[in-house]
């Protein structure tokens, strides 16, 4: 009897032995590829929907800065703008009649001098509409540069009001992705400053497993290979889902201290990523296993 409870006793712990043997191809973590959102202007916040597991869309959005200050910049450009048109308009007119004074200061030249040819003019004609002409020129020229110099001016204020228009609109932050805020670092009321990070957000639908493979393994593994992968769901069981092949690192690199292979430990391993569909399940850091075959 004792020793048919011994040779059951044997089995039983044969079994176990070779199920720990079992191992997976590939073990490492679930990932995600992270996005710091941060202002680009200063100010202090007065709407923020950073609120950590809020689910965000291209476009939402997560803060607005006051503004105030930039909006009461671009009326007054707006305003000078507007004077400087109207300075603009009075010297075209100026313009306008110079040029028509010389056209008349032309002819008159033209007249004297052929009344001089006919000797029915004095010298002291000529010099005089000659003068009256020579002055008309330049006042015109003048006013033309001053023409130009207003345009100058012009397009300098039509690029502060864009560049204040430009501030304007960052001070809404919208989500440049879909995704999930997972960490929030300021509050509704503080002051955001440029490059202060405000909110960091993931798309968790589908997350990364990254995981490490030897040389003697990367043969095997292949982009868009479909893979199984493991995830704990008791401290025995493991729950079984499907995961693809999106990324296989070119260079080797050594062995992170956390990854243990179905191998002994080698020196050098390749790190490859599977994109693994999210139900709820993974986490990112969560740790998970693979099998290539």
Not at 34 to 59: M, N, P, Y
Request: charged content about 25%.
């Amino acid at each position: 009897m004792n020793r048919i409870y011994l040779l059951l006793l044997l089995v039983v712990m044969a079994s176990a032995c070779n199920n720990g043997d079992q191992t997976s191809d590939a073990y490492g973590n679930f990932e995600a590829d992270e996005t710091i959102i941060s202002s680009e202007v200063a100010g202090k916040l007065i709407r923020f929907d950073g609120e950590e597991g809020r689910q965000v869309k291209v476009g939402d959005v997560l803060a607005i800065i006051d503004s105030s200050t930039v909006n009461l910049q671009i009326q007054q450009l707006q305003a000078q703008m507007k004077a400087v048109a109207v300075k603009k308009v009075n010297l075209r007119g100026q313009i306008d009649v110079s040029q028509q004074q010389l056209q008349n200061a032309k002819i008159t030249k033209d007249r004297v001098h052929k009344l001089f040819a006919d000797k029915a003019a004095t010298q002291q004609q000529v010099d005089d509409v000659d003068g009256q002409v020579r002055v008309l020129e330049q006042q015109v020229l003048s006013q033309q540069t001053q023409f130009a110099s207003i345009d100058s001016e012009l397009a300098v204020l039509q690029a502060q009001i864009a560049s204040a228009e430009n501030q304007l609109e960052k001070s809404v932050i919208t989500s440049p992705v879909n995704g999930t805020i997972l960490e929030k670092y300021t509050e509704l009321g503080e002051l955001a400053a440029p490059s202060k990070a405000l909110v960091k957000l993931a798309d968790l639908s589908e997350l990364d497993l990254r995981v490490y493979v030897s040389g003697a393994q990367l043969p095997h593994v292949k982009l868009g290979q479909q893979v199984e992968v493991l995830i704990d769901e008791d401290k025995k069981t493991n729950q079984h889902l499907i995961g693809v092949v999106n990324w296989i690192s070119s260079e080797a690199e050594f062995t992170p201290k956390i990854i243990q292979t179905k191998e002994e430990r080698v020196k050098m391993v390749y790190a490859v990523k599977v994109k693994v569909k999210n139900d709820g399940r993974l986490k990112i850091g969560m740790p998970g296993e693979v099998n290539f075959q």
